[in-house]
T-cell receptor
Framework: ETGVTQSPTHLIKTRGQQVTLRCSSQSGHNTVSWYQQALGQGPQFIFQYYREEENGRGNFPPRFSGLQFPNYSSELNVNALELDDSALYLC?????????????FGNGTRLTVT | AQSVTQLGSHVSVSEGALVLLRCNYSSSVPPYLFWYVQYPNQGLQLLLKYTTGATLVKGINGFEAEFKKSETSFHLTKPSAHMSDAAEYFCAVSIIQGAQKLVFGQGTRLTINP
């Protein structure tokens, strides 16, 4: 069973640039969620994709956007990067968007904005 | 609104001692609760979950947690700490607002003293 994989592991960008982060979900999982974890904080929900549609979003501006592909892999795109976007971005997959579905997390992408 | 509070941002115990990490939740509906562990430079790994049924939940690595509705608590315990338990621990409540969303606490850093 292949777990959740994310790429790249680390990334350094300049303020104002755009970035794309990628995630391959665990085999058999059709739901992908993205979380932002700032240093010393718990993860914050960005959005979730189910069957290629965004089905929920946290308190993040529209410059945070995403995609889910037919193979259930996903991308997180962030435009007009700000210094506060520096964080660990975590992708998680699950079998279905139900309350008791545990999320399986990847190791994250560490984004630094300078 | 659902929320989670973890009491104590840092907990330090001796190897072989009892580990107790505290989590209190706020939820207007029966909660689904999770504990995750995060090792340095890694993503989150599921330790255990409470959905319905037995209130004492056993997880991986010898950890367990007890759901107490009257106290709105879901504390994590391990009878005997091991050096490899040193990590960050997150309690989370799962809610459905269109998407399944995990609301995390701020985390507790567990240090094990030899």
């Amino acid at each position: 069973e292949t777990g959740v994989t994310q790429s790249p592991t680390h990334l350094i960008k300049t303020r104002g640039q755009q970035v794309t982060l990628r995630c391959s979900s665990q085999s058999g999982h059709n739901t992908v969620s993205w979380y932002q974890q700032a240093l010393g904080q718990g993860p914050q929900f960005i959005f979730q994709y189910y069957r290629e549609e965004e089905n929920g979003r946290g308190n993040f501006p529209p410059r945070f956007s995403g995609l889910q592909f037919p193979n259930y892999s996903s991308e997180l795109n962030v435009n007009a990067l700000e210094l506060d976007d520096s964080a660990l971005y975590l992708c998680a997959s699950s079998l279905a968007a139900r309350n008791n579905s545990p999320l399986h997390f990847g190791n994250g992408t560490r984004l630094t904005v300078t | 609104a659902q929320s989670v509070t973890q009491l104590g941002s840092h907990v330090s115990v001796s190897e072989g001692a009892l580990v107790l990490l505290r989590c209190n939740y706020s939820s207007s509906v029966p909660p689904y609760l999770f504990w995750y562990v995060q090792y340095p430079n890694q993503g989150l790994q599921l330790l255990l979950k409470y959905t319905t049924g037995a209130t004492l939940v056993k997880g991986i690595n010898g950890f367990e947690a007890e759901f107490k509705k009257s106290e709105t608590s879901f504390h994590l315990t391990k009878p005997s700490a091991h050096m490899s338990d040193a990590a960050e621990y997150f309690c989370a409540v799962s809610i459905i607002q269109g998407a399944q969303k995990l609301v995390f606490g701020q985390g507790t850093r567990l240090t094990i003293n030899p």
